[in-house]
């Protein structure tokens, strides 16, 4: 990409119109949510700078992604992360603490330089329009891959310790895992050196011996065995017992969210499918009752 206004036509802007909204101060709704018993600071683009976001994220979807890559990729997710790591073995893994708020604007400008081969001019205003406070947004659509390209390098360097030391490693979003015979911690030493020579910090690092039950993006693994977390599945019968005390819309709108869940729970274990199944039907039924509503 050689130059803004290449860049401005291929998102559908004017140049003088990108570079004003690049410029703005007032392109995010700024709130908190609560996750895990804490606080998270949340940025979220608004209308014009989310269609920005949103024409770059399916250009940044295109791009090949590693093997080791669970997130962002069709056909992946917290589950396929976890299946890789079945098995009667050690397991090590790590969280990158504060991801997207350490992807700094450089880190952004250097992945499109280096990484895309942009202009230094088109990688600047890309820095702008991708980053709020100096860092990723929190609440984009973008950030989830634009944050793991910037950071390759690291996710890289770190499968490179996996595959030398004989073990198997994976990576959803921030999370890392590592499984096999030499996952010790030896080998999470020298991960963990790793993280910090790139500039970032972990917690949430865990080790497991062979015989016990890990817990690995959220799902149980016991074994061979994948199992879903307990707490999970009495969050989903809680909402399923709170339906008859709302109403009709807000109902099939619940019901749209559970079955969603519900579905990625049955690729764990086979006996949601049933509750799926009614889900569905329930689903289904409900639509045909507002819809003939709406007709009288």
């Given at each position: ?9 291929l ?39 989310e ?30 992360n ?27 400008y250097?992945?499109?330089?280096e ?9 600047g205003?890309l ?10 947004p ?17 996710f890289?360097e ?10 198997k ?30 500039g ?6 865990r080790?497991?011996?062979?015989h016990?039950?890990?817990v690995v ?27 008859g005390?709302v ?19 049955s ?29 009288v």
């Amino acid at each position: 990409m050689p130059t803004r206004k290449k860049l401005a036509g291929l998102l559908g802007f004017s140049p003088r119109a990108l570079q004003k909204l690049a410029d703005g101060t007032n392109n995010y709704v700024r709130f908190k949510i609560k996750q895990d018993g804490k606080e998270r600071d949340i940025q979220a683009p608004k209308a014009i700078m989310e269609k920005v976001h949103r024409k770059l994220f399916t250009f940044l979807v295109r791009i090949e992604k590693p093997d080791y890559l669970h997130s962002g990729r069709k056909m992946h997710s917290y589950i396929s992360n976890a299946r890789v790591h079945r098995g009667a073995v050690p397991l090590a893994k790590l969280d990158i603490k504060k991801f997207y708020p350490s992807i700094d604007g450089g880190r952004v400008y250097r992945f499109f330089i280096e990484g895309l081969k942009c202009s230094p001019d088109v990688a600047g205003l890309l820095r702008k329009l991708c980053t709020v406070d100096g860092h990723l947004p929190t609440g984009s659509c973008l950030s989830q891959l634009l944050a793991f390209f910037s950071a390759k390098p690291m996710f890289d360097e770190l499968h490179e310790h996996a595959i030398a030391s004989g073990v198997k490693g994976t990576c959803y979003v921030d999370d890392l895992t590592w499984s096999g015979r030499n996952a010790t911690g030896s080998f999470m030493w020298g991960a963990k050196q790793i993280v910090h020579s790139h500039g970032f910090s972990y917690h949430k690092d865990r080790l497991y011996s062979e015989h016990e039950r890990k817990v690995v993006t959220g799902v149980f693994i016991s074994g061979d065995d994948l199992q879903v977390i307990p707490s999970r599945e009495r969050e989903v019968w809680a909402a399923l017992n709170a339906l008859g005390g709302v109403n009709e819309g807000a109902r099939l709108k619940a019901i749209t969210s559970l079955i969603g869940k519900v579905s990625a729970f049955s690729q764990i274990d086979a006996r949601y499918l049933a509750k799926v199944k009614a889900l569905r039907q329930r689903q289904k039924a409900m639509k045909v009752k507002l819809a003939r509503a709406v007709t009288v």
